[in-house]
Nanobody
């Protein structure tokens, strides 16, 4: 089993930055992919960024060039650096760990970007 705890959300003005962190615990953390999803009110949850166990990354088109995902396998942590934030980035952000066989989610952290 993998447990995920997010931190770093909050309120920021448009154009500002936030850094989200997700601490993962469990013996299998390093073999799975890690990523960040978000869900805005009335919208479906969507992938924001993902990073494989080998370090390959993938981003939603809407955040490319603004967000950066990274992971530290020695600390079992994944981080999402968010720059040039826009009001449309407002959502609850969730950390996710997954392999082919199963996945786990964190509890979510609120990010609010004011205009």
């Amino acid at each position: 089993q993998v447990q995920l705890v997010e931190s770093g959300g909050g309120l920021v003005q448009a154009g500002g930055s936030l850094r989200l962190s997700c601490a993962a615990s469990g013996s299998a953390v390093s073999i799975g992919a890690l990523g960040w999803y978000r869900q805005a009110p009335g919208k479906q949850r969507e992938l924001v960024a993902a990073i494989s166990s080998g370090g390959s990354t993938d981003y939603a088109d809407s955040v490319k060039g603004r967000f950066t995902i990274s992971r530290d396998n020695t600390k079992n942590m994944v981080t999402l650096q968010m720059n040039s934030l826009k009001p449309e980035d407002t959502a609850v952000y969730y950390c996710k760990w997954w392999t082919y066989y199963r996945d786990y989610w964190g509890q979510g952290t609120q990010v609010t970007v004011s205009s």
